[in-house]
T-cell receptor, first 116, second 112 residues
Framework: AQSVTQLGSHVSVSEGALVLLRCNYS??????LFWYVQYPNQGLQLLLK??????LVKGINGFEAEFKKSETSFHLTKPSAHMSDAAEYFC??????????????FGDGTTLTVKP | EAEVAQSPRYKITEKSQAVAFWCDPI?????LYWYRQILGQGPELLVQ????????DSQLPKDRFSAERLKGVDSTLKIQPAELGDSAMYLC??????????FGPGTRLTVL
């Protein structure tokens, strides 16, 4: 069984400050990991993905995440927050293709607020 | 850029009525997902299709929900009868490689 825990349902940072959103996962097989962003009344948009290649993954809008197997973590970071980063962020874990139908499980999300 | 299409974007209905949502995935994507997202929570998988076959519907309330993807392309999710607790965002997604899912804009359902 797979699961995702996002630590902190709300994170608030000042514009220009470091963004750190935490995600820990549990999976019985080597996982695929994803971060998605959701703006109000919209669907989810992929920020970045880890699929067993490089452990440091760079995504869109200046975000990156590091896969740490020993810590079962996949935290999302951005060096300098922008007002437009205010949104809901979801971490997701998936079994590899051809395993358990590639089912994905999402965390409950973290709301990022950016203060001027 | 190819996108997942969903309609309607918003739906208001009264309890005990029937509602239907439509999804057209990105062309060539064999896997299609329907999720329900309650406000303040992450998406919860309702049903997953591989082509026209259901591969996971373990969380679909089958007494009132049904889903089909007859030709392995577009899909319809139906609720009959709708209940107050069904008010949520219904998201459709499709994927090809690496389980990277592309989401549609969703349908916001309000049951009165």
């Amino acid at each position: 069984a797979q699961s995702v825990t996002q630590l902190g349902s709300h994170v608030s940072v000042s514009e220009g400050a470091l963004v750190l959103l935490r995600c820990n996962y549990s999976s019985s097989v080597p996982p695929y990991l994803f971060w998605y962003v959701q703006y109000p009344n919209q669907g989810l948009q992929l920020l970045l993905k880890y699929t067993s290649a490089a452990t440091l993954v760079k995504g869109i809008n200046g975000f990156e995440a590091e896969f740490k197997k020993s810590e079962t973590s996949f935290h999302l970071t951005k060096p300098s927050a922008h007002m437009s980063d205010a949104a809901e962020y979801f971490c997701a874990v998936s079994d590899p293709p051809n395993t358990n139908a590639g089912k994905s499980t999402f965390g409950d999300g973290t709301t990022l607020t950016v203060k001027p | 850029e190819a996108e997942v299409a969903q309609s309607p974007r918003y739906k208001i209905t009264e309890k005990s009525q029937a509602v239907a949502f439509w999804c057209d995935p990105i062309s060539g994507h064999a896997t299609l997902y329907w999720y329900r997202q309650i406000l303040g929570q992450g998406p919860e998988l309702l049903v997953q299709f591989q082509d026209e076959s259901v591969v996971d519907d373990s969380q679909l309330p089958k007494d009132r929900f049904s889903a089909e993807r007859l030709k392995g392309v577009d899909s319809t999710l139906k609720i009959q009868p709708a209940e107050l607790g069904d008010s949520a965002m219904y998201l459709c997604a499709s994927s090809s490689l690496y389980n990277e899912q592309f989401f549609g804009p969703g349908t916001r359902l309000t049951v009165l």
